[in-house]
């Protein structure tokens, strides 16, 4: 089946700082990647996606690389900000019979002090 | 505006009682889904339905019913049945097929008391 592993949160950082959050997935067809943020209390938003090998996804300064050779996608940030502050998921949409649904990793909580 | 409507934000039942979260969505998307929401976990797919009139059980489906009687709405009832029902419950939809998005409401807390 289709799995996503997500690097263990949490993490802190200090704003404008560098952020890396690691995605690896198994996947048994052609999947889609996905990044979603989750604020406080709240549902979950799009961040961006990749739907294709060597896709970049990008959005609000974050941006995410689709690396089929390594089965990975790594959300990165130059430059982050308090308002960054939330949870992030990584998600894969697989192809074929199990398209219908996300796969998600567990989240990372990301914590950006001023 | 567009969007997935979910209510109530907040519900607490006591032990024994069935209760039903109302999913509405003006996105014209033919699948819907129900997503749980525990703390310092991913999330996991409830039930899905691909089109009005049907629906299948999702991963944890047990304790949990649905109904899909329009395009646009797609009611959840957590059932006595349901052995940990305390959780954040989410609903979503999205038109079919791989590359596309699949877009969440606001969620609703259970609480059972």
């Known amino acids: 089946g289709n799995s996503v592993t997500q690097m263990e949160g949490p993490v802190t950082l200090s704003e404008e700082a560098f952020l890396t959050i690691n995605c690896t997935y198994t996947?048994?067809?052609?999947?889609?990647l996905f990044w979603y943020v989750q604020y406080p209390g709240e549902g979950l938003q799009l961040l961006l996606k990749?739907?294709?090998?060597?896709d970049k996804g990008s959005n609000k300064g974050f941006e995410a690389t689709y690396r089929k050779e390594t089965t990975s996608s790594h959300l990165e940030k130059g430059s982050v900000q308090v308002s960054d502050s939330a949870v992030y998921f990584c998600a894969l949409r697989d192809s074929g019979g199990s398209n219908y649904k996300l796969t998600f990793g567990k989240g990372t909580l990301l914590t950006v002090n001023p | 505006d567009g969007g997935i409507t979910q209510s109530p934000k907040y519900l607490f039942r006591k032990e024994g009682q069935n209760v039903t979260l109302s999913c509405e969505q003006n996105l014209n998307h033919d699948a819907m889904y129900w997503y749980r929401q525990d703390p310092g976990q991913g999330l996991r797919l409830i039930y899905y339905s691909q089109i009005v009139n049907d629906f299948q059980k999702g991963d944890i489906a047990e304790g949990y019913s649905v109904s899909r009687e329009k395009k646009e709405s797609f009611p959840l009832t957590v059932t006595s049945a349901q052995k940990n029902p305390t959780a954040f419950y989410l609903c979503?939809?999205?038109?079919?097929?791989?590359?596309?998005?699949?877009?969440f409401g606001e969620g609703s807390w259970l609480t059972v008391v």
């Open positions: 979503a939809s999205s038109i079919p097929g791989t590359g596309n998005t699949i877009y």
């Open positions: 990749a739907t294709k090998a060597d």
């Open positions: 996947a048994t067809g052609y999947p889609s």
